[in-house]
């Protein structure tokens, strides 16, 4: 088959970059091509549907007449392994051909399994896509304890559905506190604090050496000897950049596909975004990879301006994160703690049950934690993407009734107007240069 | 596009678009009981901000590339294809709070009983909403831009 614009991934930068490209190009063929059997469903929302709290039909991303609406071929269930980039042309493993004008991969990321002695038992699971939730549901059955490895936003989230679900559950992290990699220390012992009163285990510090049992497993030994039982295993340690595609052609990847401020890789027609790709992240001012699902679907928006011939850049993304389990909210974006050095200021205010933090380099802010009170953190959130100097309010940033009213006059008014439609308003001016995203 | 703005010389902090917004979004509509005894309690989808002599009320700007929309984890926020206004799908919410951090005007706030995000609707069924009609200052405005084609 042949297609204009075809699509490997039908998750958040897969639906981004098909939203955008028909914004602009309602006709010619658009194909997402996907490995799961199903329609776009919401990744994050897999814990709520093993927590029992919603269906399937709950969790779809969009509306279940959205291809046909959109006039876009969905191919479900059907796996891309080869890329051939000069004959501009992939091939799934069913031995369809599809030729396409411009490629965009989002196929996402792997979940890490680190070599654990006896992790091929029944009872050992991932838990990235709605397959991994199914199987862990089917399982459960009169299940009663559970050790989660790994202490980051997908153990978490888990371990919120099994406890949810009426289980017993161990969290194994390997450093020495959870969700150690978006949180500072002071946040991370806030958030262990409401799940150790959920009546969750956390042993920080430890890794998992060995899953016991038989067939099946039935507990697992840590790496100072000690050994519990459990029922079933969650791997929990995150994703990796799912770039087996482009191993084998001349894309460049680093530790995911490397590509431009455009999302696009060194071939002049093959974009990337989401999981799988190392995106700028402004905050870093440096490719890295960041596999959240906001800035995949900005980054497929991005990819799919470009693909459709409107040249649209990307601001570029950073770390963001809201949690609210076992009832406490959190939100942390950019860096969650500041380096040692001189160059940093950091301010901070904490109560019984609430924490702030700003953390401001040159006086631009450079990474926020928020627990408890979030609602004002979306202002501080635009300062750092929009990279404003905040000098002139920065004691005011934690006050308590912080808002637009301390920003300087000129920036509240820009604020309080709608910002423009750059997309739009680019449209007739296309070859007179090139427009950036909102944000920048 | 429809959208109320300020004109921030006329306001003067009073308060009162954000009393008339939370009675309108309240199921008795009388302005005792929605105050006083409605469970759950109705909440105001604008607030006022105040710093000294500034103040200004806040309500979602219903934007053209709105940041909330696209970091939405559910597909709950969405744009509307005719209106073009920002609308959330109170079904389809589950109250994570990524379009909090994503709005940079702090326009969203947590109904911490539904877990659902609330925000400006503008009025559903009135012609021109509440706050507006209300403001004894006439400090606010209901503009509708030409929509951008």
């Known amino acids: 088959m042949q297609t204009k614009y075809l699509i490997i991934g039908n998750s958040a930068g897969g639906i981004g970059a098909a939203e955008a490209i028909r914004q602009v190009d309602k006709e010619s063929a658009l194909t997402i091509v996907s490995e799961e059997p199903y329609p776009a469903y919401s990744r994050p929302l897999i814990s709520k549907y093993l927590a029992g709290e919603r269906t399937f039909e709950e969790i779809l991303f969009r509306p279940v007449n959205f291809y046909e609406q959109n006039n876009i071929t969905l191919l479900p269930g059907k796996k891309v392994t080869h890329l051939e980039l000069d004959a501009q042309t992939a091939w799934s493993e069913d031995g369809t051909q599809i030729a396409w004008d411009k490629l965009l991969l989002a196929v996402g990321g792997n979940p890490i399994f680190p070599k654990i002695k006896g992790s091929d038992k029944r009872g050992v699971f991932t838990f990235t896509n709605l397959d991994d939730a199914k199987a862990v549901d089917r399982f459960l059955g009169s299940a009663r304890k559970a050790v989660v490895i790994g202490g980051g936003l997908i153990g978490i989230s888990v371990t919120e559905a099994l406890v949810k679900r009426g289980f017993d559950v161990v969290v194994v992290e390997m450093k020495h506190r959870i969700l150690n990699t978006i949180l500072d220390q002071r946040a991370s012992l806030m958030a262990e604090e409401v799940l150790k009163q959920a009546g969750v285990e956390i042993v920080a510090g430890h890794t998992v050496v060995e899953i016991n049992g038989r067939e099946t497993a039935e507990g697992v030994t840590l790496d100072n000897g000690e050994t519990m039982t459990c029922d079933l295993v969650l791997v929990a340690i995150g994703v990796s950049p799912r770039s087996e595609l482009a191993l084998d052609t001349k894309l460049e990847v680093n530790r995911g596909i490397v590509v431009d401020r455009h999302l696009a890789t060194n071939h002049p027609d093959v974009y990337a975004c989401g999981d799988v790709v190392e995106a700028y992240d402004f905050v870093y001012e440096d490719n890295r990879l960041i596999p959240i699902w906001p800035n995949a679907y900005i980054g497929g928006r991005i990819a799919g301006f470009n693909m459709a011939g409107i040249p649209t850049k990307y601001p570029g993304g950073t770390a963001m994160n809201s949690l609210n389990y076992f009832g406490i909210d959190i939100v942390s974006a950019g860096m969650p703690t500041a380096p040692n050095n001189d160059d940093y200021e950091v301010m901070s205010k904490q109560e019984t049950s609430t924490y702030q933090k700003v953390i401001l380099k040159d006086n631009f802010i450079a990474g926020m934690i928020s627990v408890g009170n979030i609602e004002k953190s979306g202002i501080i959130f635009g300062l750092m993407r929009d990279k404003i100097n905040v000098e002139s309010f920065k004691q005011s940033l934690l006050a308590d009734n912080f808002g637009l009213a301390f920003f300087p006059q000129a920036l509240w008014r820009e604020r309080l107007e709608a910002p423009p439609g750059l997309l739009l308003q680019s449209v007739p001016s296309i070859q007179t240069g090139e427009k950036t995203f909102v944000g920048e | ?149």
């Not at chain 2, 009675?23 to 105040?50: G, M, Y």
């Not at chain 2, 597909?75 to 994570?96: R, T």
């Not at chain 2, 009025?123 to 509440?130: F, M």
């Open chain 2, 1 to 149: 596009m429809k959208r109320v703005y300020v004109k921030e010389e006329a306001c003067i902090g009073c308060g009162l678009c954000q009393v008339y917004c939370q009675l309108e979004h309240s199921q008795s509509k009388d302005l005792i009981k929605a105050f006083k005894k409605e469970t759950p309690r109705p909440l105001p989808r604008v607030h006022v901000e105040r710093n000294v002599e500034v103040s200004f009320p806040i309500q979602c700007r219903h934007c053209t590339e709105p940041w909330c929309v696209y970091s939405c984890l559910t597909g709950a926020m969405h744009k509307e294809s005719i209106s073009d206004e920002v609308v959330v799908d109170m079904e389809k919410c589950i109250g994570c709070w990524t379009c909090i951090v994503a709005c940079p005007c702090g326009a969203l706030s947590r109904d911490l009983d539904s877990k659902t995000v609330i925000k400006c609707d503008l009025c559903p069924g009135r012609e021109i909403p509440a706050c507006v009609i209300n403001c004894p200052n006439e400090a606010l405005v209901l503009s509708a831009d030409e929509k951008r084609e």
